[in-house]
């Protein structure tokens, strides 16, 4: 598509990916199964995150507020009103993003810094009002629990989370190729000059804000019946929010390719510490992990594979 | 009524003096450091591994858990801070990697579960028709004891007038003969040192947890964002409205909504009027 | 003939500092006019009241007869309005292309996700303001001031507004590329560009301006040829050097 600028190793890339994706199943496991499909959750939550906070700069540090509305939102219909999957998560994914709408948007109106603080007070919010607002719905502080299964099984569900995400990650690139995304990009580096060359960037803000939610909405409906019960501690917790965004760093923010390195690194290697720290203490290597790359490349791995990749070009001319 | 009122000012004397740490580093900076609710999980955790794990008199727990913040910030300052230079949105993601890491150690050290801590002064008194422990008593005498001579430092000496130039303007101050590399890492120090003293009273007020940081961190940084950025009587004033807020409501309403209400109170504002209510002017 | 630009009776307040003093001035269309002061005159401030940065405190601003002080920024530009900057600002990340991109693209989400590029175009204008086709691809930050400065320019046209306000354009420029800019600017308003500058480059100024005016601390002095301004005896007083 010329719109796109798309070339042949673009799709050879993509074709090879989801090559390797869906073949899966067959080179390893149940148990590396079940870590790649939460990793597949990671990816789409860091995804979601991308989008917005990636892009543009403005660190929404709530995003698990969104994932959480929409858990929230498909346990609610399913299990207090008995109402079908094929609707209830489409109707949490409206949800999540009327919701972020309502909260979020007069947010995104105000200096990046307060942005982030504000986003991280609806997320402390959520964590505070949920077990207390209707208990009858949202189960209080035990949540809830027993959800309909969407799948049987380490496979099927490998192949609905990796499906999802590999539609979701397509979706993002592409559209994030299109000057949409270049706008985006802009106004992460200086949101006074996109005004200054007349595109409205609360609009622009907005949009980034609508998608990303939605994908955080779906994404959060989907883990919630993938987990089977919903808690607040697990939703609304700035250790979610932490995964999110050193997954989006370590791979390079605003690449969309990157947060899912990112999350598929991230969660490799937290599995790997399991047996050594089985609690949060894990995040402890992580996070210095973490700190330290970003200090010295902001851009993360992509920035890096970009590199070797130039440096590869160059050699050969 | 007498029991809200002065529940209300224990509470709010608290608050502000963590908001005071949060306000030193915050108007030099301007972006948000996460990190700072680190000096107050830290700081409540050396106390307790002073004070009740190897059984040190209380004043060394206090003292030792000052020092660790005062050091932590200063380490922070020259490890994060300054080679970042200024960069927002890269201040505000290490100090949350920061902060999370420090959670992460605690856990390690200490483990998962809360703990409660022992009380720094055994007992009830009653004053004025209300109850109160004597903890909680001598943790807001110590705040208001903290919060008046931090405000005599900085009004008063040298050091704490270079530190106010150089919140207001980094580079006429130097101009002006300040060393703002010095001065900002004397900002730091103060800054980590009250957040662990803040750390130390707010562990004995409720619990001591890994996660016990992220609620006081919105709340000062509310405090100071809404009392306007440099203006300690203002960060005073608006300590004291959410101190209240949140005793009324558990006393009125419902223990739960505690939290809820602050909350709002910090979202609503800060969307509606960002600039604070007291604060100097900011082009 | 229709007023490009009608200013009236504009005060800029901050505090007590007076930056913009009950100024009035009119532009008309195709005119251009050159705005002179000292350092801190104000100009900047002008600019940015046009251009719906700055609020001002009193005073009616008008563009090709309608009032825009309610509209934002991108609104003003949408009808007709751009400014460049006198510290440029440009996207340090994106390419020269890119950069001229942002300042082409349509405000309207359909056609920003649906729509192509004009590569041709951001090819032309990149080379109106003096870009050989082989610094297109190279990022915003490898760029010296004074190509950052032409990048700025080229943004700035491809908005497509009609009235220019350029703010210290040649700072920093050789000669050749003033030359460059100066012969851009003439063939811009033989097709009916609208132009007001600042420059503390007069020389090179006084080719490109139909009439002058001259502010001090956000005051008119004086308003007319060029030469006459210059003339003045408050503006030699103010500007040239004799305060």
């Known amino acids: 598509m010329r719109t796109l600028d798309l070339r042949p190793h673009h799709l ?145 569900g490998y192949y609905l989370a990796a499906g999802l995400m590999l539609a979701v990650a397509l979706f993002a690139w592409l559209l994030m190729r299109t000057r949409l995304g270049t706008a985006l990009w802009a106004i992460g580096m200086n949101e006074e000059s996109v005004r200054g060359s007349g595109l409205s960037t609360t609009r622009l803000k907005s949009f980034a804000f609508l998608v990303s939610a939605g994908i955080a909405g779906l994404a959060g409906a989907f883990y919630a019946h993938y987990l089977g019960s919903i808690t607040p501690r697990s939703f609304f917790d700035i250790n979610i929010l932490f995964q999110i965004i050193v997954a989006v760093l370590i791979g390079g923010a605003g690449t969309i390719i990157g947060p899912i390195i990112g999350a598929f690194f991230m969660v490799f290697l937290l599995e790997w510490l399991r047996p050594y720290m089985p609690g949060t203490e894990r995040f402890f290597v992580y996070g210095s992990i973490a700190l330290v790359l970003y200090m010295y490349q902001p851009k993360g791995i992509m920035a890096i594979v ?10 050969r001319a | 009524m007498m029991q809200i009122i002065v529940q209300g000012l224990l509470l709010s004397g608290l608050y502000a003096l963590i908001a005071m740490g949060f306000m030193l580093i915050f108007s030099i900076g301007r ?51 300054k080679p970042l230079k200024g960069d927002a949105v890269a201040v505000e993601i290490s100090t949350l990697i ?66 106010q130039a150089v919140s207001m303007d980094e580079k006429g101050a130097a101009i002006s003969g300040v060393d703002p590399d010095k001065i900002n890492m004397i900002t730091w120090a103060i800054s980590g040192a009250l957040g662990a003293a803040g750390g130390v009273f707010f562990a004995s007020y409720t619990q001591l947890s890994p996660q016990m940081w992220v609620a006081p961190v919105i709340i000062s940084i509310a405090i100071v964002i809404v009392g306007g950025i440099g203006s300690i009587i203002g960060t005073l004033i608006v300590a004291h409205i959410i101190g209240f807020l949140e005793v009324s409501i558990v006393a009125l309403w419902a223990p739960e909504l505690r939290g809820v209400f602050t909350m709002l109170l910090i979202i609503g504002v800060l969307v509606m009027r960002p600039q604070g209510l007291f604060g100097r002017e900011e082009h | 003939m229709t007023l490009a630009l009608e200013v009236r009776n504009l005060v800029k307040k901050f ?32 600019f940015s009241q046009i251009m719906g940065e700055l609020r001002q405190t009193s005073g009616t601003i008008k563009l090709y007869g309608e009032e825009i002080s309610k509209l934002t920024t991108s609104e003003r530009i949408a009808k007709g309005v751009s400014r460049t900057y006198q510290v440029p600002r440009p996207f340090a990340e994106l390419s020269v292309r890119e950069n001229i991109r942002v300042g082409l ?139």
């Open chain 1, 12 to 156: 050879v890339l993509w074709a090879a990916f989801i090559a390797l994706m869906l073949l899966m199943p067959q080179m390893v496991g149940n148990g590396t199964l079940r870590t790649m499909i939460f990793a597949c959750y990671l990816a789409m939550f860091a995804i979601s995150w991308d989008i917005l906070s990636g892009r543009t700069g403005y660190l929404s540090f709530g995003h698990p507020f969104l994932i959480g509305i929409g858990a929230y939102t498909t346990g609610i219909l399913t299990r207090r009103y008995g109402i079908p999957v094929e609707a209830s998560i489409p109707i949490a994914v409206l949800v999540t993003m009327a919701g972020g709408l309502i909260i979020l948007l007069p947010a995104l109106r105000i200096k990046g810094s307060y942005f982030a603080l504000v986003t991280l007070a609806v997320m402390e919010l959520m964590l505070q009002l949920v077990p207390v607002i209707r208990p009858d719905l949202t189960g209080g502080t035990r949540g809830i629990s027993r959800l309909p299964a969407l799948t049987r099984g380490a496979e099927n």
């Open chain 1, 306 to 315: 970009e590199t070797i990749v130039s440096k590869m070009k160059g050699s």
């Open chain 2, 31 to 81: 972006t948000l450091n996460l990190a700072y609710g680190a000096y107050i999980m830290v700081g409540g955790y050396i106390y307790f591994w002073l004070s009740q794990q190897l059984g040190m008199p209380k004043i060394v727990g206090f003292a030792g858990a000052v020092m660790v913040g005062a050091l932590m910030g200063f380490l922070k300052h020259r490890l994060i801070v």
């Open chain 2, 98 to 163: 920061l902060a999370i890491i420090m959670q992460s150690v605690m856990v390690l050290v200490f483990g998962d579960a809360s703990k409660i801590l022992l009380p720094i002064i055994p007992g009830v008194v009653t004053v004025a028709g209300a109850q109160l422990t004597y903890n909680i008593l001598a943790a807001t005498v110590m705040s208001w004891i903290i919060i008046a001579a931090l405000y005599a430092f900085v009004r008063g000496t040298h050091t704490g007038r270079a530190m």
């Open chain 3, 15 to 46: 505090g007590g500092l007076t930056a913009t003093n009950d100024l009035s001035f009119d532009l008309a269309k195709g005119e251009s006019l050159g705005l002179i002061g000292p350092n801190g005159a104000g100009k900047t401030t002008v």
């Open chain 3, 105 to 243: 693209m349509p405000d309207s989400l359909r056609e920003m996700i649906f729509g192509a590029p004009d590569r041709n175009r951001e090819a032309e204008l990149a080379q109106s303001v003096g870009f050989a086709p082989k610094d297109l691809d190279k990022t915003a930050s490898e760029l010296a001031m004074g190509d950052l400065r032409k990048l700025e320019f080229a943004r700035t046209l491809a908005t497509g507004a009609k009235l220019l306000l350029l703010d210290e354009v040649f700072a920093g420029l050789t000669s050749g590329e003033i030359g460059m800019i100066a012969e851009l600017i003439q063939d811009l308003r033989q097709r009916g560009f609208t132009f007001l500058m600042v420059s503390h480059d007069l020389p090179a100024m006084e080719p490109l301006v139909d009439r002058a005016i001259a502010i001090e601390r956000g005051t008119m002095l004086a308003n007319g040829s060029f030469a006459d301004v210059l003339g003045d005896k408050s503006v030699r007083a103010s500007y040239l050097g004799e305060s």
